[in-house]
């Protein structure tokens, strides 16, 4: 394999800083509990590595450092440098306190608008007081914690419905059309006045100067060329329709304060640019890439408010990718959702996959099994699978895989290594078997009649034939 640092293709690993990207590559890729990622440091710049996979596959991970001052050294002066040759890019999102209000805000736009317009004053003030009322309780939110961030998302100011949950915490995006810029302009009062200013008519200075202030401060403007200064930042293009229903009903004020005055909007306008950023600067230098995002530290939002902050960052990243396919994913080092999502993301890159999952069901119909799952010797990533019919339960191989990690971690401590599991029930018997020199194999049976022996026999007559489907598969792409 060349090993010449010009021709060699990476998996790029950005976002912000404390997005958890370090932790999250710890714990897949390094044998990192999830409790011991917080004795890492931040980092600084880019850090490189590489390791084997696969046996053929070399993965040359970049993780790149969140800070702001690295984030726009990447995208100005070594974007060409980090975005060329690049096979995948992960970017971590991390979920804001900001998302759940953001969230209401995109979804009373959409109720807004398929409404008749009678009854758009009416749902447009009521949206507008319940914004009012969290920029104020945004105002005395101090640093980010797990428990202010849940006090957050519990907000009583929510007055929208919950989002049906999807079936699945994934999502694989396509395309949708350009949609058109988002103009923010500077308003004229400071954003501490605009966003404390009293709005009773018997304190002085109350609804009269704050009716003058509306008055003079300029309204959104929605067009595809862009009317502000380039130090002014641009709000995703989600907001959009929000923007644009709150403008029709002659109000725009109240979410002009919030967008200038929340602090937790302002950094998740701020994820939503350098996402951005991400997305072009990908498509300029490597078209061919794939790319997922993460939106990570879910563990932070209450199991009902989940569906609702998924839907909202599909939304986002789909308006921002544009014509690029994306994949999101709701992650979390607490659960197996980093399984599912590396999964994913490492299986993407395997050449030939159809022709693995095509042996795997030829070996699946000699053994009589039910489940056929191959995983990665060293992270334990499914890398393919077959099942003989659906299941309700969509994350049961994460969870294997994140158990089998663990255990594989345990033993490591003792100095022993792994390298068999037999587990026999009433209803099912369950084997990990080493299968080649890189993988594991794992086989469900549950016809009460096969004998293990000739289960572990007939793993044993397949080994060779994938050992010799993996020498001879191409080296494909470095990762």
Known sequence: MENNSEATSKLLLMGRAGAGKSSMRSIIFANYMPRDTHKQTPTTNVEHSKLRFLGSLELSIWDCGGQDIFMENYFEL?????FRNAEVLVYALEVRRGSLIAAQMVESAEGAASCGSSDRPSQSASSSSALRSSSSSSSSAGPRSSSSSSAVLHSPSSSSSPVQPSPCASSSLPPSSPSPSLS?????PSPSSAAHSPVSSDVPGGASAHSKRRARSPSFRLSSTPRFPLSTRRLPSAFAATVKSFSSTGTPSALREIAQTDARLRE???DARYLSEALESIRAFSPGAKVFVLVHKMDIVPHAERPQITAFYQKLVRDLAQEKEVGVFATS??????FQAWSTIVASLVPHAEDLQRDLRVLSELCVADEIVLFEKNTFLVLSRW????????HRFEKVSSSCKQF??????????FSS?????????????????NTYIMIIISDPGVEPAATLCNIDRAR???SKFSQAMQIGPSL
Do not use: G, M, Y
Not at 184 to 188: D, F, G, L, M, T
Not at 387 to 394: A, G, Q
């Open 78 to 82: 070594q974007r060409e440098h980090i």
């Open 184 to 188: 923010v302009p500077r308003a004229s």
């Open 268 to 270: 998740l306008a701020k």
């Open 333 to 338: 080092i607490w659960e197996e959702t980093l």
């Open 387 to 394: 099942s003989r019919r659906e299941h309700p339960d969509t």
């Open 408 to 417: 594989k971690i345990t033993c490591a401590k003792s100095q022993s290594n």
């Open 421 to 437: 599991f037999v587990a026999r029930t009433p209803t099912f018997s369950a084997f990990i078997e080493r299968f080649t020199r």
């Open 464 to 466: 060779e034939a994938f």
